[in-house]
């Protein structure tokens, strides 16, 4: 069984810096996309950054944390990574790490409906 669980989440001052990493168990191998989402009170879930393992270095970023936020991933991609910069409050929300059981090229590698598996969400909260 599929296993993701997060961790790093906290409390940080606009402008700061968090370091989120989920730590993924049950497979040997993973196949397609793991992904970082993040929903806000009141809002849908959108994606943060994908990254697929036949591209471990060139993740795909959504527009409002592109060049703020880095997305990487160990050799065997269990452990994954999202370092956060310059941090804004509108970046509050419950972020979650995902994994694809399938392709998710078709339906778009930001897309929440792609993914099938999910760990429990951790909280970031930027305030002053």
């Known amino acids: 069984q599929v296993r993701l669980v997060e961790s790093g989440g906290g409390t940080v001052a606009p402008g700061g810096s968090l370091t989120l990493s989920c730590t993924t168990s049950g497979y040997d191998y993973i196949m397609h996309s793991l992904a970082w989402f993040r929903q806000a009170v009141g809002k849908e879930r959108e994606g943060v950054a994908a990254?697929?393992?036949?591209?471990?270095?060139?993740?795909t970023y959504a527009p409002s944390p592109k060049g703020r936020f880095t997305a990487s991933a160990d050799r065997r991609f269990h452990t994954l990574t999202l370092r956060m910069s310059d941090l804004k409050p509108e970046d509050t929300g419950t972020y979650y790490c995902a994994a694809a059981a399938y392709s998710v090229w078709d339906v778009g590698v930001l897309v929440p409906r792609g993914y099938t598996y999910w760990g429990q969400g951790i909280q970031v909260t930027v305030s002053s």
């Open positions: 990254m697929d393992p036949s591209t471990p270095y060139d993740p």
